[in-house]
């Protein structure tokens, strides 16, 4: 387990991410640049989605303790190329932590198991604020020493409600708005301020049982396994791009209140995994879909 | 793993299979009069849907080498008592093999692990006949010295092939029929004549990616896992009691051509479980769900 | 999810545990002495073992809200039975909340899980005590309002350290001790004291890897899947009864670092599930193995 | 499922593998090379050991229908290049199909679905020989038109033996052995001969199990996963690098025999998908580990 103190020592490292269209030649004038620089590049992974004619690479590098200086010199080489060849990219340093808020509801279990992992090093963030519209939360925001902000939403209020919200996460910088399991559906007007900066996770295993109630649906259903899955939020309800999924097994001698104990342990490992994954600049999403790189 | 002469060499035993209105007693009403005519239980196991009312039971004992004579003594003593208490049962032994029909398509690798298992001792049952719409399966019936009976489906001749089919079913006395990925759908008239036995597989996570080309949606929704299910064939298309799910995770990395060769391996496994499971009486239908004892 | 109140309020459950030397007629015995009774099973199960020769059963019924009235009535009739039949026993109601002490040391992902899950409603028992060698935990404690004790060991105190918990486990009449990531040895005076009481986590598939530094051995092994087992301790180190069992795969990518990251999360699922367990009264112990009821 | 005409009217494939000490720039070299020479890359993939300072990478491009042709322009420039960087490395052509003899013994559950798979177009070799030291294989080799050749193996006659097996591989350019659960301990000689070309499955999750009877072994500790593991075969036993493992969910009900039945499908599965990804170039051996590139 990395420390949070152990982060702060440790070397910094970029992270470069690109998606362009694919063409000969991508990897070796990237990797090209990168040795031309000196830089030592400690993960490179690349992606081509054949079909789509897709590029997509992430590149990750030591900065060797010249914190924040290798980054323009690399810019200036890299930005032509880039222009060159319709690049779409976004480089950032693993010591620059984001700004994350963090939405929850009654339900705990996602929250708590995302503070305790923060806390432990397993999350490389600062948690800015966490916003729910019940209070049960409260108590353990203060434990965690992290803002809590109590902000109802009714049909009603809805619109204020969000404008509140907004405007608390554009004064803290907030750069990722985690729902865990956050009861409330955003707007599209939020969902538009936050572009592949949204992660929600779903209880079921989506496309199956959009919406409401997913478990009672697959118990109805009379599945044999459920599901859970974390993703990006887009205007559509339980269909933006999948990070990730998982599954257990039941059977029929588990009713509706076992498929909830059960798929808890789902959705913390999927909501975690996502949001972990975002933070480590692993994810790329293209069209409705994501590239996640191991 | 038991060859086929261990089966025949080993004592028979019976397998009973009820359901009925939930009441109090109905474990020491049955287990009871097991235990007054002598039988020694192997195996028992129960459920309860508490929300319905209903209760579930399977029991297997030994027929100690009296083969086919302690069956109707205990039905002499049950038969009363299930009608008092209003039960559907169905009593077999073991050594009854089912007489089975495998459809199949021009997509070998469900029968063709079918023919193995059975071949090996895995499922106890008989294959009475392979049906094809095409001819990619003729050479592996012959290996196997099973009967194969070609029987073409055009939209202008279902009717007359599904009567074909049905009538050499009735001929062979068949009991259950494996849709071994047979891609052409069952009409309804079909389905009424063997209510609870027909098994197809579907290539999906049941109820995602209902109908046609179901790894090319998955591809397309950018899923994480991919599924196969085993189901009981109704007249709603892939709505039937679900047997068995299972899924396999797969990343961006993989085309639909991957994501048909992973589902492969799931749709065998899926399959042949629910086949298994069904000749060992091991699941009960009811509304549109199963209890599979294990 | 049930609340700790829903639970108060909820109608009470007897469960009767049995193993004996099988033989026929145990069910109907059983179940036909609660029959008389009038109870309402809502739950049976029984597991024979042919090879040993013995019978397991799990009994679950409804108390009827005359809580603490019924059990004697049934034990009066049930215990000459069980002397005739060899049985051992134990009979509990569901509302007797086992009193529970949690040992840990530095690492707190387990017992922040298993606190969570206490307070949640999940697991039904009584934490009546922390007990860790070191203080890291303090803190999580106090949120919980869990009676906590700092007990260090080293090799010249660990008699008398363990003196000192042996007398403070008595004191709070503590009937189950689990240790969540407890990095000493207890010793096998310790042990003797909580025959099939201490519940411990392993990180390792068992039986591979067992000792010190695991997720090590398994990267230097360069297997592809890790695991983590949750079992009784018993005086032999890593060999008592297995209760559970996860694994998670990894690749080449991993470092030992990353087996760690992964096998917390393996690590708190199998040992929250043998908590979960245990205190549904639903494992029983023979040989070196266990019988977990579902 | 790309079948055997399919690959044949492919364009070819140039696949690169790669391992050495690690340094700056290898990606940038390699990929310049290829970018110099007009490839159009298709797949890359590189691993980095920190700990060793190794270097892995697979690269995989197209030739464009220039067959046989490519490779060589290549090598004249990579040669220099390789020998500076101290690289050891293997091209080949997708097209070049490796020739593949398979070993069983009386189980035939892993040879079957190995002949299914390769007939199905799903291994892309050719299987120039089927050796058993019995002859319940013979007739499904037949059916697929391989050779077979029966080898009776005793301790008396095991060098005998194997001196006929080698002169046999050696005769039919055999470059990958696959043991099929072939039940014979094959001696340090004959592994010498075929270094990291010799796949075996065990069925245990290594290195839990490791010898004879690993079912037993398993039930009798009272495991509740149970695994299996394809490795190369190295001159200690069962000690090779792992490349696959996969594991199932047991129960208490499951006796020695319900073990076999359910580890035959994984041993299936991981023996496959080992054979499958050395076929595809995939594998790395280093150490007594592999990389996968997936």
Redesign the interface.
């Known amino acids: 387990?990395?420390s949070p103190s152990a982060i702060a020592a440790a070397p910094d490292r970029a992270v470069l991410l690109i998606d362009c269209p694919d063409q000969?030649?991508l990897?070796?004038?990237v990797?090209?640049l990168?040795?031309q620089q000196?830089?030592?590049?400690?993960?490179?992974?690349?992606?081509?989605d054949?079909?789509l004619g897709l590029f997509f690479m992430r590149v990750e590098w030591s900065l060797n303790g010249v914190d924040g200086q290798s980054i323009p010199t690399f810019l200036a080489a890299f930005e032509p190329l880039a222009a060159q060849l319709q690049m779409r990219w976004q480089i950032s340093t693993l010591k620059q932590r984001p700004r994350v808020a963090l939405f929850c509801s009654q339900?705990?279990?996602c929250i708590?198991?995302l503070l305790?992992r923060a806390s432990?090093g397993?999350l490389a963030c600062d948690i800015a604020v966490i916003i729910s519209n019940h209070r049960e939360v409260e108590?353990l925001a203060a434990?965690h020493t992290i803002r809590f902000e109590y902000i109802p939403v009714t049909p009603a209020t809805r619109a204020e409600a969000e404008a509140q919200q907004l405007a608390l996460l554009q004064e803290l910088n907030v750069e990722l708005v985690v729902l865990a399991r956050y009861m409330q559906i955003l707007t599209e007007t939020f969902v538009a301020r936050y572009p592949a900066a949204i992660i929600n996770v779903h209880h079921s295993?989506?496309?199956?049982?959009i919406g409401a109630r997913p478990y009672h649906a697959a118990h109805a259903?009379?599945?044999?396994?459920i599901?859970a899955t974390s993703h990006y939020v887009t205007s559509v309800l339980d269909d933006g791009?999948?990070?990730?999924?998982?599954?257990a097994?039941i059977?029929?001698?588990d009713?509706v209140?076992d498929l909830?104990?059960r798929g808890?342990?789902l959705e913390r490992?999927v909501l975690s995994r996502a949001v972990r994954w975002h933070l480590e600049r692993r994810i790329l999403c293209y069209?409705?879909?994501?590239?996640?790189f191991?």
Chains 1, 2, 3, 4 share one sequence.
């Open positions: 387990m990395t000969k030649g990897v070796a004038r990797a090209g990168l040795y000196g830089a030592n590049i400690l993960h490179a992974d690349q992606h081509q054949h079909e339900y705990l279990h708590a198991d305790h432990a397993e108590k434990f295993f989506l496309p199956a049982f259903r009379g599945v044999k396994l599901g791009p999948i990070i990730e999924q998982d599954v097994r059977s029929h001698r009713q209140e909830v104990a808890r342990d490992i069209g409705n879909k994501t590239v996640v191991d």
